[in-house]
């Protein structure tokens, strides 16, 4: 039997009902993936079929309450095959700031007065608010690292440098949602590691382009969430099993205090971890491979080739237009092919709302990552950014450039 061939891009869009939407007559070409993409029927008919089929909470001897343990514990499965985890490493949540916050409050309960947390300047401000939040309860000093403004990247030696003998806890950024910056998360791992520092990652942004693997990253803590990779708004964490046992979470009683349940709080959204599911095994079936995993890793590098050309065109394009100023690393440095830019005199949120009369779905503002942009010298109008995903074509990245073109100076 012949190789499956990998997915082309139509093949792709016809699994997204979405993409038939139109506005003022113009197909919609949706660039706010960054902010969340749109979600193929496979997922959506996997959430339909839990809530008409087999709805109920969890741990009852009943057929729909034994259906949704086994919905979830598969859900679980397809999600440490996305991160290379166990599946008693994967816990759900509302979202990755709900769960960092939660993790935060446990995590620093055993430490002292006076610990540091090392934090960078680049990241979603759901990796920052949460670790101030629990400095301020425990009386923990934090430390922020700055990163280059003109070329939006962090000094991987200047956040280690940061490290000191009070140091608890690194929490940083694997990619920026703002600028599309790709960070070596993993030498600044390996140094936290070798000094017995904590270690959290964001990958929020990362994970809808670059596939994880935390046994080699060797992180303490990683958390995503679902609906940036074309799954329901759902938020994930993952935890090393000994650092999820060694977490003082608050809990109600007497719920389970076995991994990877005693990092969740109350009833699950069931429908959304069923849909999270659906969404990884949609990534799989992009390509082919002997399993789950590899299937996955093949689907990766395809992605990764398609939004590389993509994020080159849109780059190049948007950078010979007279007026718009560009901001992050240049197409060949490490990043995500997600593009942020200004057009001069023309604030973001209109610049937004014109490209939107033609059919063209960008988001604006500062994205959560309100130090980049304060850094960055812009107002509070902040930053157009421009992301592509895996349904986006070379068509749409050309009207893009079209329409930025088109805004009057």
């Known amino acids: ?35 969340g993409t749109q979600v193929p029927q496979q997922v959506i008919d996997a959430m339909s079929d839990y809530l008409a089929r ?3 909470n969890t741990h009852w001897a009943y057929p729909t309450s034994q259906e949704t343990d086994r919905l979830i514990g598969e859900a679980r499965l397809a999600v440490a095959d996305l991160l290379g985890a166990g599946a008693d490493e994967v816990a759900f949540g509302l979202n990755m700031t709900s769960l960092t916050f939660h993790l935060a409050r446990g995590l620093v309960r055993g430490w002292d007065a006076g610990d540091e947390i090392v934090l960078t300047e680049l ?8 670790w101030e939040a629990a400095a301020a309860d425990r009386g923990l000093v934090v430390r922020r690292v700055p990163f280059r403004v003109d070329e939006g990247t962090l000094d991987v030696d200047q956040v280690i440098g940061a490290f000191g003998p009070r140091t608890r806890l690194v929490a940083i950024g694997w990619a920026s949602n703002a600028l599309g910056t790709v960070s070596d998360v993993g030498t600044v791992v390996a140094a936290a590691a070798g000094r ?6 964001d990958a929020v942004h990362a994970v809808p382009h670059v596939l994880p693997d935390v046994r080699r990253l060797g ?5 995503c969430s679902a609906y ?23 809990k109600v009683r007497p719920a389970p205090d076995t991994i990877p349940e005693r990092i969740e709080t109350g009833t699950q959204s069931h429908e959304a971890i069923v849909g999270c599911r659906a969404a990884i095994d949609f990534l799989a079936g992009l390509a082919q491979g002997a399993d789950r995993r590899t299937a996955l890793e093949a689907a990766y590098r395809i992605l990764h080739e ?9 780059w190049r394009g948007l950078a010979a237009l007279p007026g718009v100023a560009l901001f992050g690393p240049p197409p060949a440095a490490p990043r995500t092919p997600t593009v942020a830019f200004v057009v001069k005199g023309i604030r973001s949120t209109d610049v937004a709302a014109r490209l939107a009369e033609k059919g063209l779905f960008l988001s604006h503002g500062d994205f959560y990552a309100k130090t980049v ?37």
């Open 1 to 35: 039997m012949a190789a499956k061939s990998p997915r082309s891009v139509d093949e792709i869009r016809a699994d997204f009902p979405a993409l038939r939407r139109c506005h003022r007559n113009q197909p919609v070409a949706f660039f706010d993936g960054p902010g």
């Open 54 to 56: 087999h709805n109920a």
């Open 123 to 130: 990241e979603h401000h759901g990796n920052i608010a949460p």
């Open 196 to 201: 017995g520092i904590t270690t959290f990652v």
């Open 219 to 223: 992180c303490d803590f990683l958390a």
């Open 228 to 250: 940036k990779f074309y799954g329901p708004h759902l938020g994930i964490l993952y935890g090393r099993a000994a650092a999820l046992l060694a977490v003082e979470v608050p």
């Open 306 to 314: 398609r939004g590389t050309a993509l994020q080159e065109r849109l």
């Open 373 to 409: 942009v304060e850094r960055l010298g812009l107002g509070p109008q902040g930053l157009v950014r421009a992301g592509c995903a895996c349904y986006t074509t070379a068509d749409e990245v050309d009207r893009l450039i079209a329409g930025v073109a088109s805004l009057p100076s």
